[in-house]
């Protein structure tokens, strides 16, 4: 159970009213996507849970809430959720957007982001492909055809050989199937929807069933879209806000941290000076996955990050 804090953009009201609150109510605001909260904890749910559902580290909650992220949550507690990205700029005006290390999707028109929602993407050792693709069917109810590398997966962990899956609770890939024309690669559902927001999959680009849903509803045959590699996003948002985000390098393909973001300060003329580099070196190390202002003290709105994120406590 979700109770919304947060004032949404004139544009996202309806449909934010519509959805209640999750990660389709995610407000775009120029540069980045974010949402404010507080989640009524519903039986059966823990950080984990959360985490997945908006595409927030458990460690992130935990800390915004002064929890310890060992214990459980109650029924009935409130926890304050705060989801903030930074939107990776897309090769298109109309299209899906994955950016594999953030875990997130985003569906772009007209070169805004009108939706965005966190994903689960391939494992190390099954990487999720990057590139640019076309949607190439649409499938609802679709029986999982096992391909033989995970067949034989199956077969060294010890678990039962399955060929295929029939359509049903047992299906991992959810009810919604979105191909596209990266060979062996789809956008699909989940039957664990709490397996969200990681590095899990066998390559394709899982989402929570409710969001798979609203984006099957949204595409056509035909519809661009493209997967991208990028850990660490910088860029200025429409109020003036420096905004910062370093995300796991889980496939190790990124190096150079600081001179990468420099690199996008300049392509996006960020004066260097009006950026806080003992910020943004602390989270190039930790990689922490969330959005956070690293505009130097003084610059245009540099506390008014904190504000918002206390008013959602």
């Known amino acids: 159970m979700k109770v919304a804090?947060?004032?949404?953009?004139?544009?996202?009201?309806?449909?934010?009213?519509?959805?209640?609150?999750?990660?389709?109510?995610?407000?775009?605001?120029?540069?980045?996507?974010?949402?404010?909260?507080?989640?009524?904890?519903?039986?059966?749910?823990?950080?984990?849970?959360?985490?997945?559902?908006?595409?927030?580290?458990?460690?992130?909650?935990?800390?915004?809430?002064?929890?310890?992220?060992?214990?459980?949550?109650?029924?009935?507690?409130?926890?304050?959720?705060?989801?903030?990205?930074?939107?990776?700029?897309?090769?298109?005006?109309?299209?899906?957007?994955?950016?594999?290390?953030?875990?997130m999707l985003f569906r772009f028109e007209a070169g805004r982001v009108v939706a965005a929602f966190p994903v689960t993407v391939g494992k190390p050792g099954w990487a999720t492909p990057t590139g640019d693709f076309t949607v190439t069917n649409l499938q609802v109810d679709k029986t999982w055809i096992v391909p033989p590398s995970i067949q034989a997966e199956m077969l060294r962990e010890g678990k039962p050989v399955l060929k295929q899956v029939a359509p049903g609770p047992d299906n991992p890939l959810g009810r919604h199937w979105i191909g596209t024309?990266?060979?062996?690669?789809?956008?699909?559902?989940?039957?664990?929807?709490?397996?969200?927001?990681?590095?899990?999959?066998?390559?394709?680009?899982?989402?929570?069933?409710?969001?798979?849903?609203?984006?099957?509803?949204?595409?056509?045959?035909?519809?661009?879209?493209?997967?991208?590699?990028?850990s660490l996003l910088l860029a200025r948002a429409d109020d003036g806000r420096i905004w910062f985000e370093a995300n796991p390098d889980a496939y190790r393909r990124e190096a150079g941290l600081l001179d990468t973001v420099r690199e996008l300060a300049r392509l996006q003329a960020i004066d260097s000076a009006s950026i806080d580099w003992a910020r943004v070196e602390k989270a190039a190390r930790q990689r922490p996955g969330y959005a956070i202002d690293v505009a130097w003290a003084g610059d245009a709105g540099s506390g008014v990050a904190t504000t918002r994120e206390e008013s959602a406590r």
């Open 5 to 103: 804090t947060a004032v949404f953009a004139a544009a996202f009201v309806a449909a934010a009213a519509a959805a209640q609150a999750g990660p389709s109510a995610l407000v775009a605001r120029g540069a980045i996507v974010e949402q404010a909260l507080e989640h009524v904890v519903a039986r059966g749910e823990g950080l984990g849970t959360l985490a997945a559902r908006y595409g927030v580290p458990v460690a992130r909650i935990a800390e915004h809430n002064a929890l310890d992220a060992r214990k459980g949550l109650a029924i009935g507690q409130r926890v304050a959720i705060v989801s903030r990205h930074v939107v990776p700029t897309p090769p298109f005006a109309d299209g899906i957007l994955v950016n594999v290390p953030q875990r």
């Open 181 to 230: 024309s990266l060979p062996g690669i789809g956008l699909h559902g989940t039957n664990a929807p709490s397996s969200i927001y990681g590095f899990r999959s066998h390559g394709c680009v899982r989402m929570h069933p409710d969001d798979i849903a609203a984006l099957f509803e949204s595409l056509h045959v035909g519809d661009r879209g493209a997967i991208v590699y990028r």
